[in-house]
C-alpha cells in the first residue's frame, strides 16, 4: 500500500481504537465514483447493535447512510482512498490529518492542531429537537422546502405536522421498539408526507432497515411517491395504487393510517387488528357513518339537536368506539390532540399498542362499554366492529 494511505488508515484506527476519532471526510471523487457522489462523511455512532461508524454518502440529490463496524470502516476507506476519492481529511481529537493524493498516485499528507478536542457526539439521534434534516432532498420534491432546503413559509403547517409525527413515533418505540427489518404500512399514503418522515426517520436516525408500503388509491399519487422514492434512495419504501381493503399484509409490525377518509380509517384499523400489528397509529377524519345513523336516547338529546354539537358528539363516539374495539382486542390505547387546532383541524390521533394483556373478561367489558354507547345513541353499528 501507497506508505501515506497506510499511514493515514493508521491514524485512523488508532484515533477510533482511543475513542479520539470525531468525523473523517472524503472528497474530490474520481471518475470511479458512482454517479453524482461528491463526499462522504463519517461519524462515530452508538447504535443498539454497539458502536459503529455511520458513512453518509452525500450524492447530488440524496443522501443515503450506511453504518459500519471498525474493522469494516476501515477497510471501506483503504478501497476508496486515491482511487474513489482524492482528498480525505480525519478530524480527531488529538490532531487533524488531511492527504490528498497527486496524479502520479502518490499522497501527501499534513498535519494540524485539533480544531475540536472535545469527544464526539455519539448519540444516534443527537439532533433531539430536529428528527427531520430539512436540507433532506426529498423535502424539496414533496414541496417542503425550496431547492436550499428551507421550509417554504406556505408549507410551516406541514412542516410542524410532519415533526410532531415523528416526536410520537419516537415515544412509541420507547415503548415498543420494532425490529430491524420492520414491516410497516400507510394506508391512505396521499402525497406520501408522512410515508417518506417516517422512513427517514426510522432509516437515518433509529438505523433500522424498514419496509414501508403506502397503500393509496389514486394512481398518480403512487406513481409520484415511488418516483420520489427511488431519486431519494429509500431502497425499503414503496406505493402501490390499491384499496386499503385489498391489502393483504402478511407481517404487520407499524400501521399508520392519517387522515384516511371516513370508514378507511376502520378499514385500516381492522387490517392492523387482523395483523395483530404492534403498533398501530390513526388520526381519523370526516366522521360520516355514525353521524348518518344517530339517534340519541340519552341526557345529550337536547343538546344534540344543534347541528354542530351533534357533529362533535359523532366523531367523539366513532373514535371512543374504536379505542374501545382495540382494547377489546388487547391493545393498550391513547387518544389525543395530535397537533393544535391552530395548524390543522384534524387533530385527534389514537394511538394502540399491542399489549398481549388480552383476557377474556377485559374483552367482555369492552364490548360491553361499545354495546351501551351504540344503545344510548342509537346507533346499529360501527364499521370498525362490523369488520372484526
Ligand atoms: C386526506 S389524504 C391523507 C394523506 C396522508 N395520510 C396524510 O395524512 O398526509 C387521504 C388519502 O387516503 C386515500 N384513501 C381514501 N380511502 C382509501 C382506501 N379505501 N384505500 C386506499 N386509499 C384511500 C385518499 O385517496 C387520500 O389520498
Same mark, same amino acid.
Given at each position: 500500500?501507497? /506508505? ?39 461519524? /462515530? ?39 474513489? $476519492? ?93 425490529? /430491524? ?52 434512495? $429509500? ?48 388520526? /381519523? ?104
Amino acid at each position: 500500500m501507497e /506508505p501515506n494511505t497506510q499511514r493515514f488508515l493508521d491514524n485512523f484506527k488508532t484515533a477510533y481504537a482511543a475513542g479520539h476519532f470525531l468525523k473523517c471526510t472524503l472528497s474530490k471523487p474520481t471518475p470511479a465514483a458512482p454517479e453524482g457522489l461528491k463526499n462522504i462523511y463519517q461519524r /462515530p455512532v452508538d447504535l443498539k447493535k454497539g458502536p459503529h461508524i455511520a458513512f453518509t454518502f452525500r450524492y447530488k440529490t440524496r443522501d443515503e447512510v450506511k453504518n459500519f463496524t471498525a474493522p469494516e470502516a476501515a477497510r471501506q476507506l483503504e478501497q476508496l482512498l486515491g482511487t474513489v $476519492f482524492l482528498n480525505a481529511d480525519l478530524f480527531t481529537t488529538e490532531q487533524d490529518i488531511s492527504i490528498s493524493f497527486g496524479k502520479n498516485g502518490l499522497a501527501a499528507i499534513s498535519l494540524k492542531k485539533p480544531a475540536q478536542t472535545a469527544p464526539a457526539d455519539t448519540r444516534h439521534n443527537r439532533e433531539k429537537q430536529r428528527l427531520l434534516d430539512p436540507a433532506a432532498p426529498w423535502l424539496h420534491e414533496l414541496g417542503i422546502t425550496n431547492a436550499k432546503g428551507e421550509v417554504l413559509h406556505a408549507a410551516q403547517d406541514k412542516w410542524k405536522q410532519i415533526n410532531k409525527f415523528l416526536e410520537i413515533i419516537e415515544g412509541l418505540l420507547h415503548e415498543h421498539p420494532l425490529p /430491524p427489518d420492520a414491516q410497516i404500512a400507510d394506508m391512505g399514503s396521499g402525497k406520501g408526507y408522512l410515508t417518506f418522515a417516517l422512513y427517514d426517520f426510522l432509516s437515518r436516525q433509529m438505523g433500522l432497515n424498514p419496509h414501508i408500503t403506502g397503500i393509496e388509491l389514486r394512481q398518480n399519487l403512487v406513481d409520484f411517491c415511488n418516483k420520489t422514492a427511488q431519486k431519494a434512495g $429509500f431502497a425499503g419504501l414503496h406505493f402501490i395504487a390499491n384499496d386499503i381493503n385489498d391489502f393483504q399484509p402478511e407481517r404487520l409490525d407499524l400501521l399508520i393510517a392519517l387522515h384516511a377518509c371516513d370508514t378507511a380509517t376502520d378499514l385500516a384499523l381492522a387490517k392492523g387488528i387482523h395483523a395483530r400489528a404492534g403498533i398501530v397509529i390513526v388520526a /381519523p377524519c370526516c366522521h360520516k357513518q355514525i353521524r348518518r345513523d344517530m339517534e340519541t336516547h340519552n341526557e345529550l338529546e337536547p343538546i344534540l339537536r344543534h347541528g354542530i354539537l351533534e357533529e362533535r358528539q359523532a366523531e367523539i363516539v366513532t373514535d371512543g368506539i374504536r379505542a374501545l374495539l382495540l382494547e377489546a382486542n388487547g391493545y393498550k390505547t391513547n387518544v389525543f390532540e395530535f397537533i393544535s387546532t391552530e395548524h390543522t383541524a384534524k387533530n385527534v390521533m389514537i394511538t394502540a399498542i399491542n399489549g398481549r394483556r388480552w383476557t377474556v373478561d377485559g374483552r367482555r367489558a369492552a364490548l360491553e362499554k361499545v354495546a351501551a354507547l351504540k344503545a344510548g345513541f342509537g346507533i346499529q353499528e360501527h364499521y370498525l366492529e362490523k369488520l372484526l
